[in-house]
């Protein structure tokens, strides 16, 4: 069984910046695929971004490419996203989710592709 665990939510002005992490245990050497999801009130959890075991792929969503970076420390199994210009709809719950396969399709966008879960860190964008 793998456990997540993020951390770096907070509060934060618009344009601001946050780091997030999502530290791995239990079976963590298991780990392939990782992914930040995030869900605002009254809506579905969406896809952030995503990277592959070795960190050589990511995809990002539209709206956060070029402001966004996901990455991830192997030796630390600890996953990270760098938001950087934020905005206040960005104003969410952000989740960390992995899996021990990886695709590059678009269906690993999804959330029902990942097994694990943390419990969210909240963020909000506010002045």
């Known amino acids: 069984q793998v456990q997540l665990v993020e951390s770096g939510g907070g509060l934060v002005q618009p344009g601001g910046s946050l780091r997030l992490s999502c530290a791995a245990s239990?079976?963590?050497?298991?780990?392939?695929?990782m992914g930040w999801f995030r869900q605002a009130p009254g809506k579905e959890r969406e896809f952030v971004a995503r990277?592959?075991?070795?960190?050589?792929?990511?995809d990002y969503a539209d709206s956060v490419k070029g402001r966004f970076t996901i990455s991830r420390d192997n030796a630390k199994t600890t996953l990270y996203l760098q938001m950087n210009s934020l905005k206040p709809e960005e104003t969410a719950v952000y989740s960390c989710?992995?899996?021990?396969?990886?695709?590059?399709?678009?269906?690993?966008?999804?959330?029902?592709?990942?097994?694990?879960w943390g419990q969210g860190t909240q963020v909000t964008v506010s002045s």
């Open positions: 239990g079976s963590a050497f298991s780990i392939n695929a």
């Open positions: 990277i592959s075991g070795g960190g050589t792929y990511t």
């Open positions: 989710a992995a899996d021990d396969r990886f695709s590059g399709l678009v269906v690993a966008r999804t959330p029902s592709w990942y097994a694990y």
